[in-house]
């Protein structure tokens, strides 16, 4: 059989990896010609696309190669949610070294191929490529079923912003990692199988609300965040709920939320004032940080993860002020007309330096 | 002023190149937000992704990066072209070394803003990420118009292949630039310019579809194979004339003629026979593989080229026997029940190795 991607050869990778996905009602042509077909329903598509790098990214000895296909499809259809759609394909371009394990690329595909199934979408499209290093490039596309998109420039003063999906979890994740809690690699891995219902993740927007709504779940709260980070969990049906909700501007919160409500704030033209005492650390949050602290690896305390921490993809949005909110949305924060200095976010009233996670620099 | 894309930062990359690119009709909310939003007129979109990746696709000792730009551009939009569509959007994930300079990712954005303005597309979404090489991942949509797509596998026995575009000159471009031609770079560059109309080069299908006829263009045809291999320019409009013409099968020729038409064969069940009396060379392929023999660096001959010679993105369709081709549709092999060791790819009813492009190998 063929043990590296290079002897199983391009077309090889791509019928083997293909050979997994599912089609689902939205895919009128799946992969295999010079391009897919995917249903529109209300003749416009959302679109984004974002790179995943090895070592800027993700880790091989941090991350499976599930984990990693899972991150690199969540991200995409986190934003496909955050303008209020719903997630309905992804196309992903992976480069890679010839030396890489045929088995890396199977689980990537697996990793693609779940979150796809756990947020409705499907994976239509791809292509490989031999590289010096691994990348994972991923397009997703959506359907607004008839409703507005939700853009960052709809905040009015007087708004009420919340959050739905956590905050803080994959950092103090990232933390652990860091600390070198992977050295306890299968002891994680034991105890995240036993943990999940069934042995399995549960793959229901339901389970994922109920989990949001009582801690990410009945796992050791390190262990919860270890997984948050590998594998976030954007709760993707909050975003259509959001366009229902009448929300008037919405984003992925990807590199923290005080950096992530900026956008919102300019682009709006508005002030945002974080209420740092609605920030509720969830119970794996204290816990994780209570750990790194045991660890003699003293980091940030939970409330500043909640506030400057990326990579958990909740979705933050901007209500009037009479919204009648499900508990899942969690109000943080409040929208004024801008003042001196402003559009400014702002926590508990003072000026908070953005300390979110920006390339190149 | 900034000099590499790492003093410049993400958002600072995003910001600058974004700013160059024109919006169309398609474009219902392009840079800036989570995602971009693109029309969809008859409820279905077409997408596409591929990556290039630095010394493997490209050299940027050999390539400017408005070249790359081009040619990033023109691969996925020539597969939307393939389908029947009419090219829509373009997302492009950029993967560079933080000391990449800013001079580059500006004329890759400009390579890749003409090239959608020569198909008629935008592009709409982006995403940049520091790298140990360059990676060019690029997802194109288009628009089938409301007519059937053309897929590979419904050519049928009795049908007439025809190709529009070019072959082979990629090919002997390429191989010129092995043999050390790139040396007389700025004779090259500024031969280029003097050759083309006005001193830009024309942006009209028309204008391409003359050169079609009558050859690449009036610049020395070593020049133009050079040219073609950087800056293939693949005949767009032509993809949905071949539905209105009523081919039953297409593809973009990217890998060689005989691999590719080799897809038509295994995915119709069909053998394909070219006649490669058919294979009338452009003189400047003749030109370049004359030039190439006086270098002492004699390779395949022009026809060799034309049929294993990949990277023209040329289009090639399956039509019923009794269509009626525009002179840019020139007939090259038939179409036959599949006989002993079909479905299969013949040249002049013998076999032939395909020797295409094939990643990982």
Known sequence: MWSTIGE?????VIERVTARFPRTADVILGPGDDAAIVTAPDRRVVATTDLLVETRHFRREWSSAEDVGRKAAAQNLADI????????ALLVGLAAPPDL?????????????????????????????????????????????GLPALLRDGALPGDVVAVTGFLGLSSVGYSLLEAGIAGAEDAVRALGERARPGGARAETADAV????AG??????????????????????????????????????????LVQ?????????GVDVDVDSAALVPEPALSEAVALLDGLGRPGR???QRMLFGGEDHALAAAFPPDTELPPQWRPVAAVTAPGAGGPRVTVDGADAEPQGWEHFR
Chains 1, 2 share one sequence.
């Open 81 to 88: 949610a955050a303008m209020g759609a719903r997630p309905t």
């Open 101 to 145: 394990p045929v088995d890396w690329a199977d689980g990537l595909a697996e990793g693609l191929r779940a979150e796809c199934a756990f947020a409705g979408a499907a994976v239509v499209g791809g292509d490989t490529v031999s590289a010096g290093e691994i990348t994972v490039a991923v397009t997703a596309l959506g359907d607004l079923q």
């Open 260 to 268: 992530d409500l900026g956008h919102i704030a300019r682009a709006s």
């Open 209 to 212: 609300a109920a989990a949001a």
């Open 8 to 12: 199983l050869g391009e077309f090889g």
């Open 301 to 303: 305390p939970a409330v």
């Open 215 to 256: 801690g990410p779940d009945d796992a050791p709260g390190w262990l919860a965040c270890l997984r948050e980070h590998r594998r976030p969990r954007p709760p993707y049906a909050r975003g259509p709920e959001a366009v229902h909700l009448g929300a008037r501007a919405m984003l992925d919160v990807s590199d923290g």
